[in-house]
């Protein structure tokens, strides 16, 4: 068959003004695809952006969660920090008291030394005089100047089978498994 061929002018027009209606047709179907396709791209995109906003506002609340670590922590690092200066001071001032203890304690010790020395020249000086006077009055000597010691008992040693069986005791506090 052969394609449609009109017969009169007006025949014509109207078959040129359907051919336009069929391609605006066409166009607007082309369209109302695009705008559906943008519509639903705009849909995802939004909801994109809701989702970053909720991230980024889950990441504020961390941020400010952290600073406020940051800040607290800050805060402990100077209070341990005041605190290692005041064992720090209170150590030197202990150390220096123990200083001048140990130094009272050796000054103590050195003029209790210095006594003792003194004591035992003047026993010596005693003793001299008594020696001389007892020489003078022909007297025996009472004293020598030695000591006898008395020799000390050792103690007996318990030989292992001077214990009886079944009473001693058993300490289970150090066994190893």
């Known amino acids: 068959m052969a394609p449609y061929v009109p017969r009169t002018r007006a025949a014509a027009a109207l078959r040129m003004k359907q051919i336009a209606l069929d391609n605006q047709d066409r166009i607007i179907r082309h369209l109302r695809a695009q705008l559906a396709t943008g519509r639903r791209g705009l849909a995802a995109t939004k909801k994109e952006l809701e989702e970053t906003q909720v991230a980024l506002e889950a990441s504020h609340n961390v941020i400010a969660e952290l600073t406020e670590i940051g800040l607290s922590m800050s805060k402990k690092i100077e209070k341990m920090k005041v605190k290692k200066q005041q064992v720090r001071a209170n150590h030197v001032e202990c150390h220096q008291k123990f200083q001048a203890r140990i130094h009272e304690a050796k000054d103590s010790m050195q003029a209790q030394h210095l ?3 003194a004591l035992v020249d ?11 006077l007892q020489e003078a009055n022909n007297a025996p000597a009472p004293f020598d100047g030695e000591w006898e010691e008395e020799p000390e008992e050792e103690p007996k040693e318990e030989e292992i089978g001077d214990i009886p069986l079944g009473e001693g005791e058993i300490d289970d506090e150090y066994d190893i498994l």
């Open 115 to 117: 006594i003792i020395e």
């Open 122 to 132: 003047e026993k010596d000086s005693l003793l001299q005089t008594i020696h001389g």
